[in-house]
C-alpha cells in the first residue's frame, strides 16, 4: 500500500538559518504530493503541491520538487523566520489507488518545526 | 474568500453527553471530510460524503455518525463522547474523489474537550 516517510522530529532552528525537512514515498501508482502546514491551534493549510515528475511547488519561500527516481517530495526553504513555527505535513494522493485508498490522502508522521530569534 | 468554516472553534461536552461538530463550505465542492488529529499526530480519516454517498472508514467507532444535509454543510455527531474522544476535528472538501492534482482543503478545526 501507499505510506509516506517524513524526518523525525523535533526540529529546531535559528532564524535565517536553512530548512530541510526530508519526504519520501511509496505508492503503487502516480501519486500527487502535497505540503501541509498546521500552525498552533489552527487546522492544515495546504502549503504547496506536484502532481508530475519534475514539478516544483512553491509558495511563501518554500519550495519542493516532486523526484520520482528518488520517490521524495523534500521541503525546503533558504531562510526561516520565526512565523515558520509550526507542523508540517507530506501528504500524497494516488488516482490509481483501487478499493478503499481511492481518493484518500496519505500522510506522514508530520515534523515540529521550531524557530527561535 | 470560498473557504471551509468549523463551529464552534472550541467545544466543551460532558462525558456521554452527545455533542454535534458543525462544517460548512463556499467551495461548493462535492466531498466533504472528517478527520479526528490528537496531539501533533496526522489526521486520522473518519468518514466522507461524495454528494450524497456516505463511506464509513472500518475502524471509525460506531459512536460517531455523520449528516450532510446539503452541498454546503456536514455535521458530525458524537452520540456518547468519552474522554478518548478529545481531539481536534477537521472537516476538509475537495472538489472530486480521486484524481490528478484533487486537493483537499481544510477547515480551522474544532478542538473538543470531554470533561
Known amino acids: 500500500g501507499n505510506s509516506v516517510t517524513q524526518m523525525e522530529g523535533p526540529v529546531t532552528l535559528s532564524e535565517e538559518a536553512f530548512l530541510t525537512i526530508n519526504c519520501t514515498y511509496t505508492a503503487t501508482g502516480y501519486p500527487s504530493l502535497f505540503w501541509y502546514v498546521q500552525y498552533p491551534g489552527e487546522g492544515l493549510q495546504l502549503l504547496l503541491k506536484?502532481?508530475?515528475?519534475?514539478d516544483k511547488g512553491s509558495n511563501k519561500g518554500f519550495e519542493a520538487t516532486y523526484r520520482k527516481e528518488t520517490t521524495s517530495f523534500h521541503l525546503e526553504k533558504g531562510s526561516v523566520q520565526v512565523s515558520d513555527s509550526a507542523v508540517y505535513f507530506c501528504a500524497l494522493s494516488d488516482p490509481n489507488a483501487g478499493g478503499t485508498s481511492y481518493g484518500k490522502l496519505t500522510f506522514g508522521q508530520g515534523t515540529i518545526l521550531t524557530v527561535h530569534p | 474568500d470560498a473557504m471551509v468554516i468549523q463551529n464552534p472553534r472550541y467545544q466543551v461536552t460532558q462525558f456521554g453527553k452527545p455533542v454535534t461538530l458543525s462544517c460548512s463550505q463556499t467551495l461548493n465542492h462535492n466531498v466533504m471530510y472528517w478527520y479526528q488529529q490528537k496531539s501533533s499526530q496526522a489526521p486520522k480519516l473518519l468518514f466522507h460524503?461524495?454528494?450524497?454517498?456516505?463511506?464509513n472508514e472500518a475502524d471509525t467507532p460506531d459512536n460517531f455518525q455523520s449528516r450532510r444535509p446539503n452541498t454546503s454543510f456536514c455535521f458530525l455527531d458524537i452520540r456518547s463522547p468519552g474522554l478518548g474522544d478529545a481531539a481536534m476535528y477537521l472537516c476538509?472538501?475537495?472538489?472530486?474523489?480521486?484524481?490528478?492534482?484533487?486537493?483537499?482543503?481544510f477547515g480551522p478545526g474544532t478542538r473538543l474537550t470531554v470533561l
Open positions: 506536484a502532481t508530475k515528475a519534475d
Open positions: 476538509a472538501t475537495s472538489r472530486d474523489l480521486g484524481g490528478w492534482g484533487i486537493t483537499q482543503y
Open positions: 460524503y461524495y454528494d450524497k454517498d456516505f463511506n
